[in-house]
T-cell receptor, first 117, second 110 residues
Framework: GAVVSQHPSWVICKSGTSVKIECRSL??????MFWYRQFPKQSLMLMATSNEGSKATYEQGVEKDKFLINHASLTLSTLTVTSAHPEDSSFYIC?????????????FGDGTRLSIL | AQRVTQPEKLLSVFKGAPVELKCNYS??????LFWYVQYSRQRLQLLLR??SRESIKGFTADLNKGETSFHLKKPFAQEEDSAMYYCALLGGGGGNKLTFGTGTQLKVEL
């Protein structure tokens, strides 16, 4: 149980385009989802906390207008990288907490590798 | 500010040897700590958490508040233990936010 699915797993696109990444909780509802970014051989850096039905909470230094997050349902959160540039190339990982219950462990997706040419 | 430090990027041990992956943290409140593991080509998954005080796949970790450490240990390494291990701290303003260490790559050699 508690499976989190991310789509796509890999995307390559031209500079200037926008890319949408989906994060779905397949067998549970998640009022809270998280978006992380991971550079090669580095740790996961929390970008934002996605809350169902409300605005996302962004970490310091993360551009809200650059990384648009929508959490429209209890099983889906999306991250849109707007006007992507090569420096946005990275590995993006989402996670979700079943029911959003405090202190429950996060369940992670497989990640999405984004490459901007 | 909270911080998690994993001093070793790579730890190489022989099969059957003891393993200790180090994790130190910095946090002003009462921490909750986790170890996550990522096997090759797989997603990050929870290995264990300190409040459970359980042993998973032979691994244990004890929270030492005096030394602000949460080292991961296993008495006898197995080949299938080769993976990336991340120590993580839950805290900081609520909301279930995790702060991750930089990770340690464990390589178990035959």
């Amino acid at each position: 149980g508690a499976v989190v699915s991310q789509h796509p797993s890999w995307v390559i696109c031209k500079s200037g385009t926008s890319v949408k990444i989906e994060c779905r909780s397949l067998d549970f509802q998640a009022t809270t989802m998280f978006w992380y970014r991971q550079f090669p051989k580095q740790s996961l850096m929390l970008m934002a906390t996605s809350n169902e039905g409300s605005k996302a909470t962004y970490e310091q230094g993360v551009e809200k207008d650059k990384f648009l997050i929508n959490h429209a349902s209890l099983t889906l959160s999306t991250l849109t990288v707007t006007s992507a540039h090569p420096e946005d190339s990275s590995f993006y990982i989402c996670s979700a907490i079943p029911g959003g219950v405090s202190n429950q462990p996060q369940h992670f997706g497989d990640g999405t590798r984004l490459s901007i040419l | 500010a909270q911080r998690v430090t994993q001093p070793e990027k790579l730890l190489s041990v022989f099969k059957g040897a003891p393993v200790e992956l180090k994790c130190n943290y910095s946090y002003s409140g009462s921490p909750e700590l986790f170890w996550y593991v990522q096997y090759s080509r797989q997603r990050l998954q929870l290995l264990l958490r300190h409040i459970s005080r359980e042993s998973i796949k032979g691994f244990t970790a004890d929270l030492n508040k005096g030394e602000t450490s949460f080292h991961l240990k296993k008495p006898f390494a197995q080949e299938e233990d080769s993976a990336m291990y991340y120590c993580a701290l839950l805290g900081g303003g609520g909301g279930n936010k995790l702060t991750f260490g930089t990770g340690t790559q464990l390589k178990v050699e035959l």
